[in-house]
């Protein structure tokens, strides 16, 4: 600006830089669980028996609760998946395990899919429940149920129902948490065969 024009500088303010801009990145992969995650994903499970009812367990949950977990789905090879961060950090897991267990059951079994409390609403559930479904499918899988809580668990209706799950039944007040009654809300999926 000229000086003599400087008692207006009000007039003619100094252009700003403007900072780079920063991507916004969420960056993660996704690989199968290993024992040394259990620690973490036993840590952001506990987050919602602690603070929600999207999960009826009401004790925050143990060690050795996941390890057995981690051991009896490795020997029937079902899918355990973490999604990690860059640095390594566990942002969410989903797995399959067992919907009965007799026998003629084997081919179905119940989803369970949770992301740290910051890692929600960015499209990594999305990629998880696709991970989860395409590993199913490999396995041989037919049918996944997801049962989820009538309440507060808005965000995992619409996941499972972006993925084709059809709602299949509700039961009203079987649980009873935080001084509430609560119900279950069953979404059913039926899996496509693995082409071989
Ligand atoms: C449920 C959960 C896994 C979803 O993961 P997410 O990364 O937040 O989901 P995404 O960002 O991929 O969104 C998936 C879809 O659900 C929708 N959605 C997400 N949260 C929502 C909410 N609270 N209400 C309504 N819709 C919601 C999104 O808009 C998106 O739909 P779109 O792709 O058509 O826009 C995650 O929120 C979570 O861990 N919640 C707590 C644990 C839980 O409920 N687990 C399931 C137990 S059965």
């Known amino acids: ?24 990145t969420f960056a993660y992969t996704i690989r199968p669980a290993v024992a040394a995650d259990l620690p973490h994903v036993r840590a952001i499970y506990d987050h919602y028996v602690t603070n ?29 998946l973490v999604a990690v961060s860059p640095s390594g950090q ?13 026998s003629a059951y084997r081919y179905t079994v119940e989803n369970s899919i949770y992301l740290g409390p910051s890692a929600g ?3 990594l559930g999305t990629a998880l429940l696709q991970a989860l479904i395409d590993a199913s499918i490999e396995a041989g899988l037919r049918e996944i149920v997801a049962v989820v809580s ?15 799950f059809v709602e299949v039944g509700r039961m009203g007040g079987v649980g009873y948490k935080f001084g509430r009654s609560l119900g279950t809300v069953y979404l059913q999926k039926s899996l496509p065969r ?3």
């Open 1 to 24: 600006m000229p000086s003599d024009l400087a008692p207006l500088g009000w007039l003619f303010p100094r252009r700003r830089r403007v900072p780079p801009r920063i991507p916004d």
């Open 90 to 102: 566990v942002l969410g897991y989903a797995l399959v395990q067992p919907w009965a267990s007799k």
């Open 52 to 80: 929600t009812v999207i999960t009826f367990d009401e004790k925050p949950s143990t060690l050795r609760f996941w390890r057995d977990k981690f051991a009896a789905l490795s020997r029937a090879k079902l899918p355990f």
């Open 121 to 123: 609403g960015k499209g």
């Open 194 to 196: 693995r082409s071989r």
């Open 150 to 164: 009538d309440s507060g668990a808005e965000g995992s209706l619409a996941l499972h129902r972006k993925f084709g």
